[in-house]
T-cell receptor
């Protein structure tokens, strides 16, 4: 079993739709949860991060973490064609020692938003 | 402020040759990470380095792979005697010490290795 599971999709939605992306994880030690966005042939870039359980909102993006069910979600409101990319969830054990920057990624979900 | 620079962007090698991938972190960043992205798989951690030190290499294959981050110059990921299974995109990331607690890494655009 992978430590972080993510449905690879692909997911295709019309412009303006609400998009829901999800991951599950198995390691209770994970404390930091992130969403990275990766455009084709580019490196990933950080979209959002949260520490422990809870919600975090940034513009059209909302990240949710439910540690009790080990579930991570990213919601995109009013999706735009420019949101078309691969979305990667990532987790990290609480910072300290060699855990710095050692991220465990999901497989990534390919999202296409069509006009 | 230039981002993380990786070169070459594309590299083709025949089986048995050596591949050297270079990474210059963002200015002021002292932490460097190498990740590998195989086809149909997510990014996998390989190694974490600081200047002149390997901090964590738990994701590196035991043979043929090595990494360094010298006092001067870029970080280098070296793959000796490449095999077809080494074909992948290799991403370098960097961060300043203060940001590593949040998991925010700044990634380069990757080096795509193809082994014939």
């Amino acid at each position: 079993q992978k430590e972080v599971e993510q449905d690879p999709g692909p997911l295709s939605v019309p412009e303006g739709a609400i998009v829901s992306l999800n991951c599950t994880y198995s390691n209770s030690a994970f404390q930091y949860f992130m969403w990275y966005r990766q455009y084709s042939r580019k490196g990933p870039e950080l979209l959002m991060y949260t520490y422990s359980s809870g919600n975090k909102e940034d513009g059209r993006f909302t990240a949710q973490v439910d540690k009790s069910s080990k579930y991570i979600s990213l919601f995109i409101r009013d999706s735009q064609p420019s949101d078309s990319a691969t979305y990667l969830c990532a987790t990290m054990i609480a910072a300290g020692g060699t855990s710095y920057g050692k991220l465990t990624f999901g497989q990534g979900t390919i999202l296409t938003v069509h006009p | 402020n230039a981002g993380v620079m990786q070169n070459p962007r594309h590299l083709v090698r025949r089986r048995g040759q050596e591949a050297r991938l270079r990474c210059s972190p963002m200015k002021g960043h002292s932490h460097v990470y190498w990740y590998r992205q195989l086809p149909e798989e997510g990014l996998k951690f390989m190694v974490y380095l600081q200047k002149e030190n390997i901090i964590d290499e738990s994701g590196m294959p035991k043979e043929r792979f090595s990494a360094e981050f010298p006092k001067e110059g870029p970080s280098i990921l070296r793959i000796q005697q490449v095999v077809r299974g080494d074909s992948a995109a290799y991403f370098c990331a960097s961060s300043p010490p203060g940001l590593v607690n949040t998991g925010e890494l700044f990634f380069g655009e990757g080096s795509r290795l193809t082994v014939l």
